[in-house]
């Protein structure tokens, strides 16, 4: 069974572009979440969606940051304008319950000159 | 300050060496508590799941947790290069599902 991916795996952009990263849950997980890690911090909680909705989003830090999961399925998460500060790995994870284990992808390596 | 503090290492330990990782928490509300391994340009990977205070044993993990004292460690017995990582611990209150808050992980290297 596959697990989560992420797609890209890095990505460069200037400043002031658009990203959008992917990820596709494991197959049947309903909660899907995103978690960044900014260099030399903690990894931290973004979003956590139920299906398509947004059950928390407490964690986005601006709104520069849209995310979405049309359809319940793949999520993207979209960063416009990108700035500097916005660098970090992005990761994803899903679970078949809200507390069940957690899997996480490998992460979407985000640079922004 | 920060909700969870963790000692970034890195730790070197020889082949075989008792591992002891430890985390420090403020938030009284935290009652989950997880240890995660995460090798170079992966993800996190779940090792040991704690509920509130006591002791979880698997294989040569053991996780303790001290909620009085509001410290949770990590023991990795008869360590391998393997276990070269970087270890994560995470938590997460009642209710908060995964929504996790981590630390900012200990790298570890066992050498031969």
């Known amino acids: 069974e596959a697990g989560v991916t992420q797609f890209p795996s890095h990505s460069v952009i200037e400043k002031g572009q658009t990203v959008t990263l992917r990820c596709d849950p494991i197959s049947g997980h309903d909660n899907l979440y995103w978690y960044r890690r900014v260099m030399g911090k903690e990894i931290k909680f973004l979003l956590h969606?139920?299906?398509?909705?947004?059950?928390?989003e407490s964690g986005m830090p601006n709104n520069r940051f849209l995310a979405e999961r049309t359809g319940g399925t793949y999520s993207t998460l979209k960063v416009q304008p990108a700035e500097l500060e916005d660098s970090g790995v992005y990761f994803c994870?899903?679970?078949?319950?809200?507390?069940?284990?957690?899997?996480f992808g490998e992460g979407s390596r985000l640079t922004v000159l | 300050q920060k909700e969870v503090e963790q000692d970034p290492g890195p730790l070197s330990v020889p082949e075989g060496a008792i591992v002891s990782l430890n985390c420090t928490y403020s938030n009284s509300a935290f009652q989950y508590f997880m240890w995660y391994r995460q090798y170079s340009r992966k993800g996190p990977e779940l090792l040991m799941y704690t509920y509130s205070s006591g002791n979880k044993e698997d294989g040569r993990f053991t996780a303790q947790v001290d909620k009085s004292s509001k410290y949770i460690s990590l023991f990795i017995r008869d360590s391998q290069p393997s276990d070269s990582a970087t270890y994560l611990c995470?938590?997460?209150?009642?209710?908060?599902?995964?929504?996790?808050?981590f630390g900012t992980g200990t790298q570890l290297k066992v050498e031969l």
């Open positions: 969606f139920v299906k398509e909705s947004k059950q928390d």
């Open positions: 995470a938590m997460s209150a009642t209710g908060g599902g995964n929504k996790l808050t």
């Open positions: 994870a899903s679970s078949q319950v809200t507390t069940g284990e957690l899997f």
